[in-house]
């Protein structure tokens, strides 16, 4: 069974290893990688928040900024 701080961790390493894959694809200018990147951060911030845990600190509002998806 996974305690509460287990669960903390591991979605503390997912967000911080999807902020650093986003800001891969955005370095390498691939747009629709960024999307997905940005699909799954917000995806793994809203759980946290269904799960009440504060994530104040972990992702810089300015990281969530969408660019449009451009080919």
Known sequence: ??????FV???RGRVTA???ALASA????LGHE??????RL??????????DVDVAGWVDPAV????????
């Open 42 to 51: 917000r995806d793994l911030l809203e759980l946290a928040e269904r799960h």
């Open 9 to 11: 961790a591991v979605l």
């Open 64 to 71: 969530l900024a969408a660019e449009p998806y451009r080919d």
């Open 1 to 6: 069974m996974t305690t509460g701080r287990e």
């Open 26 to 29: 955005r370095e390498a200018g």
């Open 34 to 39: 960024v999307e997905l990147h940005l699909g």
């Open 18 to 20: 999807t902020v650093d």
